[in-house]
């Protein structure tokens, strides 16, 4: 499968951005998706993760109330609808993919075998 995402670009802060990824090749159903985030300078972290049957999802913390992260098979689309962004949440955000079993993701980046290009999203206070 091949992942690529949309939607970044350059908000203020307390405002909504939705990123979208849209896989091609396979379809995305029988995948758990994730979406992570890299900052300059910084690693890249963990975000959001949507088990693959859509009935269960992770959240780090510091995105917690503020992101929801879904997905729609019949457009082999996964979403983040960011909302109350802040400056903090500047960085390239990634959408990744795996199959390795939901209950054992310790939602590390080494756990996900396929990502997209990413995309830049900018907060400015």
């Known amino acids: 499968v091949q992942l690529v995402e949309s939607g970044g ?3 203020q802060a307390g405002d909504s951005l939705r990123l ?6 396979r379809t995305l159903s029988t995948y758990n ?3 992570f985030r890299q900052a300059p300078g910084k690693e890249r972290e963990f975000v959001a993760a949507l088990r693959w049957s859509g009935d269960s999802t992770n959240y780090a913390d510091s995105v917690k109330g503020r992101f929801t992260v879904s ?3 019949a457009k082999n689309t996964v979403y983040l609808q960011m909302s109350s962004l802040k400056s903090e949440d500047t960085a390239v955000y990634y959408c990744a993919a795996t199959r390795r079993l939901w209950e054992f ?7 996900y075998d396929t990502w997209g ?9």
């Open 9 to 11: 670009g350059l908000v």
């Open 20 to 25: 979208s990824c849209a896989g091609s090749g």
């Open 33 to 35: 998706m994730a979406w």
């Open 71 to 73: 997905r729609d098979n």
């Open 105 to 111: 993701l310790l939602q590390r980046r080494n756990e």
């Open 117 to 125: 290009q990413g995309t830049q999203v900018t907060v400015s206070s």
